[in-house]
């Protein structure tokens, strides 16, 4: 079974960057490797519902991002990693960040619900 590993989180002040990481792990299979897979990165705040922040197709023609995040993030990827560059962070950012694979339609909200293969998740923090 594919699993996914997040990893770049951290604790950034408020107006600063961070670059998440998605990889495959365990796997050498080419039907394991994560370049033919849509990946989502979520995002799940205490006592908050988890939410899609962005995805991007397996050949990267199509990302969508949640609109509390456009002209911030960027998703792109390379060979069997998905990253997801985090720039201008505010305190609201701050949450445990995960990768998954599921479906990605530019412009559509991205639905938790219809991903799997979940990473343990990445702690960020902005803080001062």
């Known amino acids: 079974q594919l699993q996914l590993v997040e990893s770049g989180g951290g604790l950034v002040q408020p107006g600063g960057s961070l670059r998440l990481s998605c990889v495959a792990s365990?796997?050498?299979?080419?039907?394991?490797?994560?370049?033919?897979?849509?990946v989502g990165w979520f995002r799940q705040a205490p006592g908050k519902e988890r939410e899609g922040v962005s995805c991007?197709?397996?050949?990267?023609?199509v990302t969508s991002y949640a609109d509390s995040v456009k002209g911030r993030f960027t998703i792109s990827r390379t060979k069997n990693t998905v990253y997801l560059q985090m720039n201008s962070l505010r305190p609201e950012d701050t949450a445990i960040y995960y990768c998954?694979?599921?479906?990605?339609?530019?412009?559509?909200?991205?639905?938790?619900?219809?991903?799997?293969?979940w990473g343990q998740g990445t702690q960020v923090t902005v803080s001062s």
């Open positions: 998954a694979i599921g479906p990605c339609v530019g412009g559509a909200s991205i639905n938790s619900l219809l991903f799997a293969s």
């Open positions: 365990g796997f050498t299979l080419e039907r394991y490797n994560l370049d033919y897979y849509t």
């Open positions: 991007i197709s397996s050949n990267s023609r």
